[in-house]
């Protein structure tokens, strides 16, 4: 099993440019979450899905919006970059049932916006 | 306010030096509290989860322990491999979010 993997794993932006950084799990699980994670700061969640085709907004969504129209994928867009939005992104999943409540990580993305 | 604080940001050790690292969470209600090693350029790895109070956890040199305000991560004589980021996480319970709440983490170098 390759886990959660993410592409691509750096990328430089100009402001207004948009992209989509794509996540992928394989151990079937069906809760997926995108974190952002900024120097001095903890992670923090911008958006999550309880399954295929549902999405929530997290504590951080604003510029972002996201997409699981497959359950092993878990897609984060940004329409027009900003500066603010240089971070270190990392996605990660978990099962839904107490038992296997904890998230599994993937390797992240740097993201930089000029 | 921060919903969870660790202590210290930083802390540099001799190997074999035994310590503890803090992480004090302020929430209604708790239905987790997480452990997690970062590597530098890595994503989190999972290291404990724990549920209740006076609940412990062991693996090699690490042992988490919980009581209702805080949790403690005890490093038992240390080797350079163990330096990394500790990150501990809660996730309350009724949260609507359903994600982790991650304090900033503590920096840990052990010295060979």
């Known amino acids: 099993n390759a886990g959660v993997t993410q592409t691509p794993k750096f990328r430089v932006l100009k402001t207004g440019q948009s992209m989509t950084l794509l996540c992928a799990q394989d151990m079937n699980h069906e809760y997926m979450y995108w974190y952002r994670q900024d120097p001095g700061m903890g992670l923090r969640l911008i958006h999550y899905?309880?399954?295929?085709?549902?999405?929530a907004k997290g504590e951080v969504p604003d510029g972002y919006n996201v997409s699981r129209l497959k359950k092993q994928n878990f897609l984060l867009g940004l329409e027009s970059a900003a500066p603010s939005q240089t971070s270190v992104y990392f996605c990660?999943?978990?099962?839904?049932?107490?038992?296997?409540?904890?998230?599994?990580f993937g390797p992240g993305t740097r993201l930089t916006v000029l | 306010e921060d919903q969870v604080t660790q202590s210290p940001e930083a802390l540099r050790l001799q190997e074999g030096e035994s310590s503890s690292l803090n992480c004090s969470y302020t929430?209604?209600?708790?239905?987790?509290l997480f452990w997690y090693r970062q590597d530098p350029g890595k994503g989190p790895e999972f290291l404990f989860t724990l549920y209740s109070a006076g609940e412990e956890k062991e693996k090699e040199r690490l042992k988490a322990t919980l009581t209702k305000k805080e949790s403690f991560l005890h490093i038992t004589a240390p080797k350079p491999e163990d330096s990394a980021t500790y990150l501990c996480?809660?996730?309350?319970?009724?949260?609507?979010?359903?994600?982790?709440?991650f304090g900033k983490g503590t920096h840990l170098i052990i010295q060979p």
């Open positions: 996480a809660v996730q309350e319970s009724g949260g609507g979010a359903d994600g982790l709440t």
């Open positions: 929430v209604s209600g708790l239905r987790g």
């Open positions: 899905s309880v399954g295929e085709g549902t999405t």
């Open positions: 990660a999943s978990r099962v839904s049932w107490i038992a296997g409540n904890e998230q599994f």
